[in-house]
């Protein structure tokens, strides 16, 4: 809790939450403000990934960064978060979207969800930076640089990278991969006093009680899709092989059914 207590314990041992939620709690006391009530046709084994990475990366892009219809955009990390921006840049009406992954197998994934062009930075010969922007510049804008990137890897490096394909004078670098503890990012000052903007997000800066259930409505309309990166079900049992399928990059997201 907020206040560094605790509800629940097991026995004599106090438990904690995990990230403040309680996943696998049977059940649980809740203030009113933290529910959010979705229309009862939804099917719960899809919207679930609602509660994190759809809205987390639809979010960033509609709410935090506020992409504009036409824009040029990079995506780093081609994960679940990272296909969730490409979804909201696609509605959002971005017309280049670049997609960056050093796995070649999310190429067909983004290109599925709205990605107009990848990079796998392995392949490139020479510095990534330099190379994205190049990619960005056109006959009226031959300085470069995409209006809006994303960073989705939680990789302090690349969320330098990210920042420094923006364009100058007006681009937005959005932070929305967690670094590991004690991390922490750097750039030269000259990034930022040329007019770049270096921004983070939480839940995509989304409102749980009226933007979830928004989501919700819109995954079922059709205006969204979740079914085809829930490529794993588990029950609970089996939660490890869910872990390990990420760490080999091997699933989008996996869903415990319990």
């Not at 990079?74 to 971005?94: E, K, M, P, S, W």
């Not at 960073?151 to 932070?175: K, P, Y």
Request: one cysteine or more; charged letters at 20%; aromatic letters at 8%.
């Amino acid at each position: 809790m907020p206040d560094g207590t605790s509800r629940f314990s097991l026995g004599s041992n106090k438990l904690y939450h995990y990230m403040g939620t309680s996943t696998f709690s049977n059940f649980t006391v809740l203030p009113e403000i933290a529910v959010a009530k979705i229309r009862e046709d939804a099917p719960f084994d899809k919207v679930c990934y609602i509660g994190c990475g759809v809205t987390t990366g639809i979010g960033a892009v509609i709410n935090t960064a506020k992409v504009d219809a036409g824009a040029k955009a990079i995506v780093f990390g081609l994960g679940g978060i990272g296909l969730n921006v490409i979804q909201g840049l696609r509605l959002a009406g971005a017309d280049m979207i670049i997609g960056v992954d050093i796995n070649n197998d999310k190429k067909a994934w983004g290109e599925r969800f709205g990605m107009t062009h990848f990079v796998n930075p392995k392949e490139v010969g020479g510095d990534l930076v330099p190379h994205l922007v190049n990619m960005t510049k056109s006959g009226a804008d031959q300085i470069g640089g995409a209006d809006y990137t994303f960073d989705c890897t939680g990789n302090v490096t690349v969320m330098r990278q990210a920042l420094e394909s923006c364009h100058r004078g007006w681009g937005v670098s959005v932070i929305i991969g967690v670094a590991g503890a004690g991390q922490e990012i750097s750039t030269r000052p000259f990034q930022l006093v040329t007019g770049r903007v270096w921004k983070g997000t939480a839940f995509g800066g989304a409102r749980g009680r009226t933007d979830v259930p928004k989501i919700v409505d819109w995954y079922m309309e059709g205006k969204i899709q979740i079914d085809p990166m829930i490529t794993h079900t588990m029950p609970l049992g089996e939660i490890n092989k869910g872990f390990t399928l990420m760490h080999e990059g091997k699933s989008i997201r996996s869903v415990v059914l319990y």
